[in-house]
């Protein structure tokens, strides 16, 4: 099976940098999604890693590490709209995407 | 291009009772997966479509059930109701061209079941 590990809640403050983590075990997968989701609305797609390394997209950037089976989302200069919830998935070959439980930000001013 | 719809948004039902719900993914993609989002477990996948069969299939019990039709669009159908199946329930399309999930998801606005 998949465990995938998220801290439950965060906070930081507008302006700041914030790095969400995502811990994962399992035997392969085709690569990795980031998504972010506010309360009451659906997931939207932020990122997807498949090679080991940063993917930079404008203020967010993520980074895949598959030897040490770690991802992380990076949130760069936040602004209040960014509080939201930050889900980590796995995309496995031949089965679904496999979610973390998410990452509840809260951005503060 | 329009996004992923989902109808209807609310629900209440009661136990025992079943449900269906609709999904209507965007313009082009033939890939139709649902999931199930409750605050205790979050986001589940609960099965895929595509081309009108169904590719994949997560670990719920044979009370939840789906379809596709020729035109992509996808039902998803809950018997015998349990005060545990209430949650979100979102579908989320993609292209559906590769094998399994690398395209990317693009989820609905859920529909939010309630359970009595």
């Known amino acids: 099976g998949q465990n995938i590990d998220q801290p439950t809640e965060m906070t930081a403050t507008e302006g700041a940098i914030v790095q969400i983590n995502c811990t994962y075990q399992t035997s392969g997968f085709n690569g990795l999604f980031w998504y972010q989701q506010h309360a009451g609305e659906a997931p939207t797609f932020l990122s997807y890693n498949v090679l080991d390394g940063l993917e930079e997209k404008g203020r967010f950037s993520s980074f895949l590490s598959r030897s040490k089976g770690y991802s992380y989302l990076l949130l760069k200069e936040l602004q209040m709209k960014d509080s939201a919830s930050y889900l980590c998935?796995?995309?496995?070959?031949?089965?679904?995407?496999?979610f973390g439980k998410g990452t509840t930000l809260s951005v503060s001013s | 291009k329009a996004g992923v719809t989902q109808t209807p948004r609310y629900l209440i039902k009661t136990r025992g009772q079943q449900v269906t719900l609709s999904c209507s993914p965007i313009?082009?993609?033939?890939?139709v997966s649902w999931y199930q989002q409750t605050p205790g477990q979050g986001l589940q996948f609960l099965f895929e479509y595509f081309s009108e069969t169904q590719r994949n299939k997560g670990n719920f019990p044979g009370r939840f059930s789906g379809r596709q039709f020729s035109n992509s669009r996808s039902e998803m159908n809950v018997s015998t109701l349990e005060l545990g199946d209430s949650a979100l329930y979102l579908c989320?399309?993609?292209?559906?061209?590769?094998?399994?999930?690398?395209?990317?998801?693009?989820f609905g606005p859920g529909t939010r079941l309630t359970v009595l």
């Open positions: 989320a399309s993609s292209p559906g061209g590769g094998q399994g999930f690398t395209d990317t998801q693009y």
């Open positions: 313009s082009g993609h033939r890939s």
């Open positions: 998935a796995l995309n496995q070959a031949g089965t679904a995407l496999i």
